[in-house]
């Protein structure tokens, strides 16, 4: 028997969903050609579904500063900041990001995945309780585990159900810590932060944000929901990721919180991985930089992300309950899903197919990532895409309101 037996279930899914078509787990591109286009079998794509929020993948001075430091300093680091010590850029992104956000203090992992899982498993402990979200991401899910504190699960976005179950642990021993996610992936949707800020304060509770969806999106300068809130001041811990607006790979944690620094002799995933290469700092130095100056992204970004959102509800799509870059298209079952999936790649788009059990309420969801490198024209071809795949499948009604407006 093989020990991968135990899996039989997922893998006869897995079988059936390739079986309709396309692989959506196994898409390779022939060649990556711009933030918004790849080639896909010979054909241009449109790329719906990258998370590439300021279109920075192809910047040239990130780039130029990422070859540079290659000649530079070589291809990689070749062990963890512990074993091997920093390099210049470790520590300047790490001044960096403290400046950016405000904070004494910065911590850079290697991925957005290893910041939630060193920093929460390094934060609560046995006997702490991690209060999270249920809509959580699963690296915040895992950070959890590793750290085996109690985790309580509220409501997604619902702060008095928060209320609630901290009250409940008002006598308990041990740290209560809440997580919540400034963009939530799967539906695009953001955290009440005023309102989870103000049960913080009643309950004595410390807060954790993860960014990673909002950082570079929300706020006057980038740094996400809490400052888009203006509640900057009530969130002890903020982490992110460099693999979405800065177009890298890479995560960070700040905080003024005293003592930070033990976090680098406490977190494993921090102290056992190898640091980021020199080139990935010096491209992400310079993408936080145009992040940060350059105002003229977050309001393209924004637009695009309106025009998709109103024009795919005008077709009659069922889409997440506000407009962000994150705009997820709610299919009736998974059928529909993959067929959805399937026409649009051939018909020259590129997203995200979002599975139960990974996606809020079970629902299968058509996941898109608006960039502000998006043309409006492009725009409008991935939504003439959906609406002849629509009713093609029967899943759009005969008239929408975009077609007789």
């Known amino acids: 028997m093989s020990l991968l037996q135990k899996h039989l279930a997922q893998s006869q899914a897995y079988s059936g969903i390739r079986q309709i078509g396309a692989d959506p787990f196994a898409v390779r591109f022939d060649a990556v050609l711009s933030p918004t286009e790849a080639q896909l079998e010979g054909r241009r794509v449109i790329l719906l579904g990258t998370n590439n929020y300021l279109g920075l993948t192809f910047d040239h001075d990130c780039v130029e500063a990422s070859v540079e430091a290659v000649r530079r300093w070589g291809t990689g680091t070749t062990g963890s900041r512990i074993a091997n010590g920093s390099f210049g850029g470790h520590v300047t992104m790490e001044k960096e990001l403290a400046r950016f956000y405000g904070r004494k203090h910065a911590m850079v992992f290697t991925t957005g995945y290893q910041a939630n899982l060193g920093v929460l498993s390094a934060l609560a402990g046995r006997g702490d309780h991690l209060i999270l979200d249920a809509d959580s991401h699963?690296?915040?899910?895992?950070?959890?585990?590793?750290?085996?504190?109690?985790?309580?699960?509220?409501?997604?976005?619902?702060?008095?159900?928060?209320?609630?179950?901290?009250?409940?642990?008002?006598?308990?021993?041990?740290?209560?810590?809440?997580?919540?996610?400034?963009?939530?992936?799967?539906?695009?949707?953001?955290?009440p932060l005023k309102e989870i800020v103000e049960v913080k304060r009643q309950t004595g509770a410390y807060l954790l944000v993860d960014e990673a969806h909002s950082m570079g999106v929300l706020g006057e300068r980038g740094r996400g929901l809490a400052e888009q809130a203006d509640v900057e001041g009530d969130v002890d811990f903020i982490v992110g990721t460099f693999s979405k607006s800065l177009g890298a790979i890479g995560g960070f944690c700040v905080s003024d919180a005293d003592d930070f620094d033990i976090l680098r002799v406490v977190s494993r995933p921090y102290m056992f991985t190898a640091s980021l290469p020199p080139a990935v700092v010096a491209s992400t130095l310079k993408a936080l930089d145009l992040a940060e100056t350059d105002r003229e992204l977050r309001p393209r970004l924004q637009a695009?992300?309106?025009?998709?959102?109103?024009?795919?509800?005008?077709?009659?799509?069922?889409?997440?309950?506000?407009?962000?870059?994150?705009?997820?298209?709610?299919?009736?079952?998974?059928?529909?899903?993959?067929?959805?999936?399937?026409?649009?790649?051939?018909?020259?788009?590129?997203?995200?197919?979002?599975?139960?059990?990974?996606?809020?309420?079970?629902?299968?969801?058509?996941?898109?990532?608006?960039?502000?490198?998006?043309?409006?024209?492009?725009?409008?071809?991935?939504?003439?895409v959906f609406e002849f795949v629509g009713r093609q499948l029967g899943a759009l009604p005969r008239v929408s309101q975009r077609a007789s407006g």
Do not use: C
């Not at 309950?321 to 590129?350: C, E, F, H, Q, R």
């Open 138 to 191: 699963a690296s915040i899910y895992d950070g959890a585990r590793l750290g085996h504190a109690e985790v309580i699960r509220f409501r997604h976005n619902d702060p008095d159900d928060l209320y609630k179950r901290l009250r409940r642990l008002r006598d308990v021993p041990g740290d209560k810590l809440i997580v919540v996610e400034g963009i939530y992936s799967m539906m695009g949707d953001t955290a």
């Open 304 to 384: 695009n992300a309106q025009r998709l959102y109103d024009g795919l509800n005008a077709l009659g799509f069922t889409t997440g309950p506000k407009v962000s870059p994150i705009v997820a298209v709610v299919m009736p079952d998974m059928a529909t899903a993959l067929g959805m999936w399937n026409a649009l790649l051939a018909g020259g788009v590129y997203l995200n197919l979002a599975l139960p059990p990974a996606t809020p309420d079970n629902r299968p969801l058509l996941r898109t990532s608006v960039s502000a490198a998006h043309t409006p024209e492009q725009i409008d071809e991935v939504l003439s």
